[in-house]
Each structure stands twice: as structure tokens, then as C-alpha cells.
């Protein structure tokens, strides 16, 4: 396998503090008319222990076992709310040993884009626009040149080929905000942070459908159907379990289908059976201070009795 395919889950590197400007644009960017004695500030601490596995007709090809810890920044109003997440701690273990190359030229891509002050869509709890975009498009601009030259050297077309491709790839989302956006919103901790427990006071647990992003079939997606139930709740607390499907029709079946004729058949050497994706999440949200405290997610995307990949991933709230 050619050491520069994107593997699997995005990855990042050690951002040791937040930038002071962050912190001024974060006490400086609510609206002017808020009253200081009603903007709130608060913070938190979470880590992350996540598996992924990938196995091929019941073999494990591959793991990665990472470990993340992350800071978060609140300044809230009744009207506004800004967010400033950033990476402290990540620790990867990646088997085979020929992946960790790929993994950690992801990996300093996502620190490129580790320090992000949202601003919070107050409906929905998604990130609405990130205030600090054109500082990390002109990180990832010196970024991408240090690549360029570290890899210099390359003589086979392919590989230079394909890190060009990389690269391109990475700008085409990393330059436009709206791209940058999706691409977060793909990884868990942002998906899971970014919700309305954020914003609302009484969060209807009601089904709803949200896109999903294959991670066995490069550029597919397909829509989720998710329904929700309350498994236990005090004044302030609540438990949660939710559990997603995939929606028939959903997904290009021809274009996944044709991937795995290339990409696994080879190995496997099985016919394409049945796609499937599903995810179970077991979350504890603190509704008083409108927090996360635990989550428990499983992921399962297959082509049934023949390819897999396994995400077993959990956060808690340590601050």
C-alpha cells in the first residue's frame, strides 16, 4: 500500500496552549450591546481512548489506537456563543508499522487546523463560521510548502502523484470555510461536542438524519436515519441512547461496488455482498452546565462477511 493513502480517522499532534489572539477575539467578538455581567465564560477538559480496526474476511489488517485530550473555551450570551477547541495531547499507535508514515503526514495537516475559535449556530449548536479561518489558511500556506520541500526528493511518479494529490485535496478544504466546516463536523469529538444540548435548555430528543462519510470507500457518503431514547435522568443530568441506520438508497451502491472490485476483492476475493453502516452512542450530557460528560460510540461499516472497519471511541469530561 503506497505510504501517502489517507488513512482511515484524520489525526493530530501536540498545540500546547491557545493563541492569545484567540483569547482577545473570543472576549472581544459577542455583541457589543451584551451587557458584560450577562456573558458567561467557562472550560473544560476532555480526553479520548478510540480503536480502529479494519479486517478482511475476518482478518485484522490494521489498528490504530490513539488517545487525544482537548481544551475548550466558552464565552456565552443569551444570544451568542463562541467556542475556541484546541488539541493538547495525542498519543497514536498504528499497526502495521508501514502506516505510520501516512498517519503522521495527516496527522501535521490536522495540526494546521487544531485551533479553532466557532462561532455557534445558537438553533442548533453546529459551528456556524470560524473566526480564525484566514489565520489557519495562512498556517496551512507555510505547511504545505514545508511538505513540498521535505518531499523534494521523490522520484517515482506514482507517489509524487498521489502527494500531490494529498495536498490538493487538504487545500480544496483547509481554503474554504464551508468545506472546513463539513470536514470537522466528520470528526467525532466535533460531531459529538457540536449539538444542541449547547444551546438549548430543553433539547427535544426527536429522530433526525445526518450524512455519513465512509472511511472504506474514498468520497461516499450516505444518510444515517438516528433515533433517540432517555435511559435515565436527574435535575441536571441525562442519559442517552441513540442508534443509527443507514437509509435505503442513500449511497451510490454502483460507485462502492465498483471501489470494492478494485480496492478488496483482490484480497478477499468474495463477490460484493451488502453494504451497511451503524452506530450505537451511549452519552451522559450535563444539561445545567450544558456539557457532555461521557460518551460511549460504536461504529460499524461493512460489506457484509467481507470488509469492515470497527471504531470503538469514548470521551469523558475530566475538567
Known amino acids: 500500500m503506497n505510504k501517502f493513502r489517507f488513512f482511515?480517522?484524520?489525526?493530530?499532534e501536540i498545540e500546547n496552549k491557545v493563541q492569545q489572539s484567540n483569547l482577545i477575539?473570543?472576549?472581544?467578538?459577542?455583541?457589543?450591546?451584551?451587557?458584560?455581567?450577562?456573558?458567561?465564560?467557562?472550560?473544560a477538559r476532555y480526553r479520548i481512548e478510540q480503536m480502529t480496526m479494519t479486517r478482511l474476511n475476518g482478518i485484522v489488517q490494521s489498528h490504530a489506537e490513539t488517545r487525544r485530550e482537548f481544551t475548550v473555551s466558552r464565552k456565552r450570551s443569551a444570544t451568542s456563543m463562541l467556542v475556541n477547541?484546541?488539541?493538547?495531547?495525542?498519543?497514536?499507535?498504528?499497526?502495521?508499522?508501514?502506516?505510520?508514515?501516512?498517519?503522521?503526514?495527516?496527522?501535521?495537516?490536522?495540526?494546521?487546523?487544531?485551533?479553532?475559535?466557532?462561532?455557534v449556530d445558537?438553533?442548533?449548536?453546529?459551528?456556524?463560521?470560524?473566526?480564525?479561518?484566514?489565520?489557519?489558511?495562512?498556517?496551512?500556506?507555510k505547511h504545505r510548502a514545508a511538505v513540498t520541500e521535505k518531499f523534494s526528493f521523490l522520484r517515482d511518479p506514482e507517489t509524487k502523484t498521489n502527494l500531490l494529490k494529498f495536498l490538493t485535496v487538504c487545500e480544496s478544504i483547509i481554503v474554504n470555510e464551508?468545506?472546513?466546516?463539513?470536514?470537522?463536523?466528520?470528526?467525532?469529538?466535533?460531531?459529538?461536542?457540536?449539538?444542541?444540548?449547547?444551546?438549548?435548555?430543553?433539547?427535544a430528543f426527536e429522530p433526525y438524519s445526518r450524512p455519513f462519510y465512509s472511511q472504506l470507500f474514498e468520497g461516499e457518503t450516505s444518510i444515517l436515519d438516528f433515533t433517540q431514547a432517555i435511559t435515565g435522568e436527574t435535575a441536571d443530568k441525562v442519559s442517552l441512547a441513540k442508534t443509527g441506520r443507514l437509509k435505503p438508497g442513500s449511497y451510490n451502491k454502483d460507485a462502492i461496488e465498483n471501489q470494492y472490485e478494485q480496492k478488496y476483492k483482490p484480497v478477499?476475493?468474495?463477490r460484493f455482498s451488502e453494504y451497511n453502516?451503524?452506530?450505537?452512542?451511549?452519552?451522559?450530557?450535563?444539561?445545567?452546565?450544558?456539557?457532555?460528560?461521557?460518551?460511549?460510540?460504536?461504529?460499524?461499516?461493512?460489506v457484509k462477511n467481507n470488509v469492515e472497519i470497527l471504531v470503538d471511541y469514548k470521551l469523558r469530561k475530566i475538567e
Open 277 to 302: 453502516v451503524k452506530i450505537t452512542e451511549q452519552t451522559l450530557l450535563d444539561t445545567a452546565g450544558k456539557w457532555i460528560e461521557t460518551s460511549d460510540v460504536n461504529i460499524t461499516e461493512e
Open 25 to 43: 477575539a473570543l472576549n472581544n467578538s459577542l455583541e457589543p450591546t451584551t451587557p458584560p455581567a450577562e456573558i458567561i465564560g467557562d472550560s
Open 122 to 141: 445558537m438553533q442548533t449548536g453546529k459551528i456556524q463560521h470560524i473566526l480564525n479561518h484566514q489565520e489557519i489558511i495562512e498556517k496551512w500556506k
Open 178 to 203: 464551508k468545506n472546513l466546516i463539513e470536514d470537522l463536523n466528520t470528526k467525532l469529538f466535533y460531531d459529538l461536542f457540536f449539538d444542541r444540548h449547547l444551546v438549548a435548555d430543553n433539547t
Open 268 to 270: 478477499v476475493k468474495y
Open 85 to 119: 477547541v484546541t488539541l493538547v495531547e495525542n498519543i497514536i499507535n498504528v499497526y502495521p508499522e508501514g502506516f505510520k508514515e501516512a498517519v503522521a503526514l495527516v496527522s501535521d495537516v490536522d495540526l494546521v487546523k487544531s485551533d479553532v475559535l466557532a462561532q
Open 8 to 12: 482511515e480517522e484524520e489525526n493530530a
